[in-house]
């Protein structure tokens, strides 16, 4: 399988001087590979190095052939039609200008530029995307954001890529457009790279590439496959750095206890010259004599010293050192029969449109769990903004019998020009600097981390910070509202929030695409709805 991309050795420095890329090598061909990681360990800038964006401090990156990407968040400026987002706009024009050639409208050029199969291609690109027939000239504003990626997924396969480069190709997609782009990867027969936390999309994979701070691996297989043998490895890396810190001991003590024999033995020396009992010359012969036993003793002592130091930052370097993302949520005190939130009958409609929600039966009480699941636009963000009383019904009723704290992909209750510990007391007007700082060190932000503006922090961060808000305050939240809380986590931290909500003995109501996560949180009952609710 000949290379369609290849890193040799390559290293990329901040401007500061700090590592953020060292010692990658790896090639990938015509296959699908998911490129995982956590967030912040460099998956962007590997991006932007492909692109030739960004240029390597030393070693080199080569492709073959023609490469498209598909960018996380699809460029839709105001005036942007279908067109501009399949990329196509000047060479449709084009083509438009020589259509008029009977008038004599037509440039010179405009026929050696003219691509004069793109109508057919852009047909194709559609269909195989889940949109055929889409107008070009139609506004960007009018799709939904499921389509604008899906439009900009077409863009990308017009180009007739070798190696395609797709940046969390599900983000903010409903089933229905996952699994679009999932078909068009299993039909795909160039190379892709796909960065994605979307644990469904990542199995479908040949293999996962993984940066971590030890570099690049590349595990061969899929999700599944890649998670078994990483969990193997940490815990024989675990084990083997646990052997090494007790050979290291060991090795110290016994360097310690040559030095004590050695003192012990001088010392004895010194007693034997004070008392004058034994000839000079005897004396120093045993004192020569100890003086090279211990001797050799020491430098042997000391080479296993240096060996087991050796040994010890290997078996470190072998286990990643990165702090894990450990939630632990606070009891709710929650009763089992208490009333959480009920939907009687509700129908939702803006003042000057069609109907958004129609006869919504909801009834939630003490820790249960519940998921709404729903293509976009079927009201899953109206229902939310009823549920915590934003919205009011123009029809039936919604009853709230505790404190909810609504937690959405950005945790917008936290205001980006405050401090954690800021956000922290306006939320929990009862807690002064020193509760607000207590709290959020359960949440790993220590001392000078409480004191970072929310808006510096990463996706992870902002929701371990966001939970610490809404439970850790002198009246806690006893229901939470989450939508699409894992769209900007890397997928350890999605497993630690994972577990984190399983155990947690509160109410849950959950937006989610992310069935693997709605499963692992123990989701009980879902409400589904459609564009017809």
């Known amino acids: 399988m000949s290379a369609l991309l290849t890193f040799d050795s390559v290293a990329v420095r901040a401007p500061d001087g700090r590592v953020l890329l060292d010692h990658l090598t790896f090639a ?43 960018r996380q968040t699809p460029a839709t400026a105001p005036g942007t039609t279908v067109a501009d987002v399949l990329g196509a706009a000047e060479a449709l024009a084009r083509l438009a200008r020589l259509a008029r050639i009977e008038r004599g409208e037509a440039r010179d050029g405009d026929f050696e530029a003219a691509d004069w199969l793109l109508p057919q291609r ?15 000239d139609r506004p960007a504003a009018a799709l939904s954001g499921g389509q604008i990626t899906r439009a900009a997924l077409a863009g990308a396969l017009i180009a007739e890529p070798d190696l395609l480069l797709l940046d969390e190709p599900t983000n903010n997609l409903d089933a229905g457009a996952r699994a679009a782009v999932a078909a068009v990867l299993d039909r795909w027969r160039g ?4 960065v994605s936390h979307d644990r469904a999309l990542l199995g479908r994979m040949d293999r996962i590439l993984e940066l971590s701070s030890l570099g690049a691996r590349l595990y061969g297989g899929n999700w599944d ?32 206890q040559t030095r004590e024999r050695k003192a012990r033995n001088d010392a004895a020396g010194r007693r034997a010259r004070a008392r004058g009992d034994a000839p000079k010359i005897l004396l120093d012969a045993r004192a020569e004599r100890a003086e090279a036993t211990g001797g050799r003793q020491s430098h042997l002592a000391y080479r296993q010293r240096e060996a ?9 370097a072998r286990v990643e050192r990165a702090r894990a993302l450990d939630l632990a949520l606070p009891a709710s005190g929650l009763p089992a029969g208490k009333l959480v939130l009920a939907f009687e009958a509700v129908d939702f409609a803006w003042a000057d449109g069609a109907p958004v929600l129609t006869g919504i039966d909801l009834c939630l009480t003490g820790p249960g769990r519940v998921a709404v699941v729903g293509p976009n636009g079927s009201g899953k963000s109206t229902l939310i903004r009823l549920a915590i009383g934003a919205l009011q019904p123009t029809r039936g009723e919604v009853r709230r019998g505790v404190r ?7 945790a917008a209750l936290l205001r980006d020009e405050e401090t954690l510990v800021q956000n922290f007391r306006r939320l929990n007007p009862g807690a002064d600097d020193n509760a607000a700082h207590a709290a959020l060190a359960r949440f790993l932000f220590r001392n000078t ?29 006893q229901f939470l509202i989450l939508d699409e ?33 709605l499963e692992a949180v123990g989701v009980e009952r879902r409400v589904r709805l459609d564009t017809r609710s």
């Not at 399983?502 to 992310?514: F, M, P, Q, T």
């Open 308 to 316: 087991a130091a050796l040994e010890l930052e290997a078996a470190r």
């Open 449 to 477: 981390a409480a004191l970072k503006p929310a808006g510096a922090l990463s996706g992870g961060e902002r929701l371990r910070a966001a939970l610490a808000c809404a439970l850790m305050g002198p009246s806690p939240a």
């Open 191 to 194: 190379g892709a790279l796909v």
């Open 28 to 70: 990938l061909g015509r296959e699908r590979v998911g490129l995982v990681g956590r967030n912040g360990v460099g998956k962007t800038t590997l991006l932007k190095l492909i692109l030739g964006e960004a240029t390597p401090a030393h070693g080199t990156v080569q492709t073959a052939g023609r490469v498209a990407m598909l």
């Open 404 to 410: 909810a704290a609504l937690l959405d992909q950005h």
């Open 485 to 517: 809380p894992t769209n900007h986590l890397d997928l350890d931290s999605i497993e630690a929030v994972e577990e984190a909500l399983a155990a947690y003995d509160g109410a849950l109501l959950i937006v989610s695409h992310d069935e693997a996560f």
């Open 225 to 256: 496959v890649y998670q078994a043998r990483r969990i193997a490895e940490a815990q024989a890396a675990a084990r083997g750095l646990e052997a090494a810190e007790r050979e290291a001991d060991r090795v110290e003590r016994a360097v310690q």
């Open 122 to 136: 852009l047909d194709a690109a559609l269909a195989e995307v889940g949109l055929f027939g889409l107008p070009p």
